[in-house]
């Protein structure tokens, strides 16, 4: 068979790999080299996968899951990592199980896909941008010229546009008449409150509660929790979000806390106690929320200020825009509709000898080397199975 592969990416690559021990594979990249936005993951460090076993894998995953079951089953993180091994690229595990080269370079991951291609014989072709895909009969046609048995549809989503991903797979899916779930930036990029819950209540439900890391940008709010949060909230309307800045204390503590804090400092402005309390930046925030006058003090202080005080600080309302621009998203979340696509071989319900896989489909994880884990499982499924 002849099979065009349509995007340089993990999933490409991977799917190219083992499709191409058994037939004759041409990989269509339309950079000048393949894995631009795999060099730049992990801060140039790539974070390949999560040395984690395939129920926690799941658990990671923010959309459509159970898509995942099969591919995930039959190329594990426990195997993708022994299997870049034994490629030759030394691996190490860091803190929540984040699996990187050993070397920290991107590049070496690269450079191990282009090699393992080499050896298969996969005819990669650069600065070859797909701009149609047509079917005649049994036969694909792509850009006019050339003709194929089937086509793998691994063009990415549409984040970080500059590394080639630029939606292309969704437009030729739209063709062939799958449904495209609206993309929306899944989890948007930046740097770090420590200690601090992020909570996103609906109809008065918690639907998020994260804890850990974030920081205020100059866009808005960033970091560890809200990108994690970002990816559960990206697909609601209509919800509130709200920051404990004091999580490891109950309501009753954190009084008892402030009340000693009071005690200490009867003369002083409220605003210079809070500093034992809070981070400087934020206590005219947290101040002005709970109504209450940075100078005054503490012996004027009403028991109905103080409980607004315990209030705010346990409850402090940020109020939602948006989420950041999706070009500047780490991935995307949406993209071809999972159910018109085989989980266990990524073909195409609609299409026959059509395929999608990796970032392109319906499917995203957290950070933590999830969404790599997704191109390679779901290129390692197409290709065996083709
Ligand atoms: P892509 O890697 O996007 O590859 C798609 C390829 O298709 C591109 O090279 C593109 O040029 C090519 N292409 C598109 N259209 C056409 C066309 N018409 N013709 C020819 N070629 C085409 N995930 C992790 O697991 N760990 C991380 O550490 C991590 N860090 C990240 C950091 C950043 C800044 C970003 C932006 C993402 C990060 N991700 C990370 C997410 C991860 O990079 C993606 O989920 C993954 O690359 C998706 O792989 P893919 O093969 O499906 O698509």
Do not use: W
């Amino acid at each position: 068979m002849r099979i065009g592969i349509i995007g340089g990416g993990p999933a490409g690559m991977m799917c190219a790999i083992k499709a191409g021990e058994n037939h004759e594979v041409a990989l269509f990249e339309k950079n000048e080299k393949l894995g631009k936005k795999l060099f730049i993951t992990g801060k140039g460090r790539c974070n390949l996968t999560n040395y984690t076993d395939e129920k926690d894998f799941m658990k990671n995953l923010v959309r459509n899951p159970s898509f995942m079951f099969s591919s995930i089953y039959s190329f594990s993180p426990f195997t993708t990592y022994y299997y870049f091994e034994d490629l030759g690229l030394p691996l190490k595990v860091e803190r929540g199980n984040r699996v990187f080269p050993a070397s920290d370079k991107s590049s070496d991951v690269i450079k191990t896909y282009e090699k393992k291609l080499r050896q298969v014989g996969v005819e990669v072709r650069l600065n070859t941008e797909v701009t149609s895909i047509k079917k005649d009969g049994e036969t694909f046609i792509l850009n006019d010229r050339e003709k194929f048995d089937k086509v793998v549809i691994a063009s990415g989503g549409i984040s970080y546009k500059l590394t080639g991903s630029t939606g292309d797979g969704y437009k030729f899916g739209k063709e062939f008449g799958h449904k495209i779930i609206e993309p929306k930036p899944g989890l948007i990029a930046g740097l770090s409150l420590k200690n601090v819950e992020l909570r996103v209540e609906k109809d008065k439900k918690v639907i998020s509660k994260e804890f850990g890391e974030m920081l205020f940008t100059h866009r808005g709010i960033s970091g560890p929790i809200v990108l994690t949060t970002s990816s559960k909230i990206n697909r609601l309307n209509d919800f509130e979000l709200y920051l404990d800045l004091k999580p490891a204390l109950s309501k009753e503590k954190l009084d008892n806390r402030i009340l000693r804090d009071f005690e200490d400092n009867q003369n002083k402005n409220i605003e210079n106690v809070m500093r034992n309390l809070l981070p400087r930046d934020l206590i005219a925030y947290v101040l002005d929320s709970a109504k209450i006058p940075g100078d005054k003090k503490i012996n004027q202080i009403t028991k109905e200020e103080r409980e607004e005080l315990v209030k705010t600080i346990k409850n402090f309302k940020l109020i939602f825009a948006s989420l950041d621009d999706i070009d500047r998203a780490i991935v995307t979340s949406g993209g071809i509709d999972v159910k018109d696509i085989d989980p266990k071989t990524m073909e195409s319900k609609i299409v026959p000898g059509l395929y999608f896989i990796g970032e392109v489909i319906d499917i995203d994880g957290l950070t933590g080397g999830f969404n790599i884990q997704i191109a390679n499982s779901t290129g390692y499924s197409c290709g065996i199975n083709l």
